[in-house]
């Protein structure tokens, strides 16, 4: 089981993208899913996180109203739209799934994660 992120590029200051997260198996339309960020020389630090059924949406204090996290399980693709960006949101991105949303904002209680989207931006 795979899980696909995309999205990333380079936007300046106050502009917008929009991650996607794709699972390669229908297994994982159920799971929770979170979003990650790693910059260079700094740890992995949570970003956002939703619910299996998309009902229940956390965030981290620095992209709250900026961030928007939502979920397709129809399609398997788990969003993160970012708005408003600002050159400290450079980093690589990365979403992971669990069965359950216990500990969402700690990377060590995802079992499944995708490989990184480079987010760039600039002043």
């Known amino acids: 089981v795979q899980l696909q992120a995309s999205g990333g590029g380079s936007v300046q200051a106050g502009g917008s993208l929009r991650l996607s997260c794709a699972a390669s198996?229908?297994?994982?339309?159920?799971?929770?899913k979170g979003w990650f960020r790693q910059a260079p020389g700094k740890e992995r630090e949570f970003v956002s996180a939703?619910?299996?059924?998309?009902?229940?949406?956390f965030y981290a204090d620095f992209v709250k109203g900026r961030f928007t996290i939502s979920r397709d399980n129809a399609k398997n693709i788990v969003y993160l739209q970012m708005n408003n960006l600002k050159p400290e949101d450079t980093a690589t991105y990365y979403c992971?799934?669990?069965?359950?949303?216990?500990?969402?904002?700690?990377?060590?209680?995802?079992?499944?994660w995708g490989q990184g989207t480079l987010v760039t931006v600039s002043s």
């Open positions: 992971a799934a669990d069965r359950t949303l216990l500990g969402y904002n700690k990377p060590e209680r995802y079992a499944y």
């Open positions: 198996d229908g297994t994982f339309s159920t799971y929770a």
């Open positions: 939703i619910s299996g059924s998309g009902g229940s949406q």
